[in-house]
């Protein structure tokens, strides 16, 4: 995963994705996922996106900051109420995870 950490702070995300896509399937599992689904959201590639984080998810139904990642991608795309729950799952995972936090305020009660 370096290499595609790599490739993603040089600019190159296409390469970054294909390397983070060989990483998840070589054994670096959920982390990959995480860092290929964050990657493309951040291009804007938010349905791709989703799908990466749910395999990433279901690999790893514990780790706060798929959740989070995932709760945002979803938001993003006005499923509120199912990013909702993701965050606060990631923030009682992770208290000390402050950008969820603050995400789940920026929600808002019940929209």
Same mark, same amino acid.
């Given at each position: 995963m370096t290499r595609a950490s790599a490739r993603h702070l040089a600019g190159d995300a296409e390469g970054a994705l294909e390397d983070y896509a060989r990483a998840a399937s070589d054994g670096a599992g #959920? $982390? +990959?996922l995480l860092l290929r689904g964050g990657l493309l959201h951040d291009l804007g590639r938010r349905m791709e996106a $989703? $799908? %990466?984080l749910r395999r990433a998810r279901a690999a790893a139904p514990e780790n706060a900051a798929i959740a989070f990642r995932l709760a945002r991608v979803l938001a993003d795309g006005? +499923? %509120?109420a199912e990013a909702r729950l993701l965050a606060e799952e990631a923030v009682a995972r !992770? #208290? !000390?995870l402050e950008e969820a936090r603050a995400f789940l305020a920026s929600l808002g009660e019940g929209q």
């Open positions: #959920p $982390e +990959a $989703e $799908e %990466v006005g +499923a %509120v !992770s #208290p !000390s």
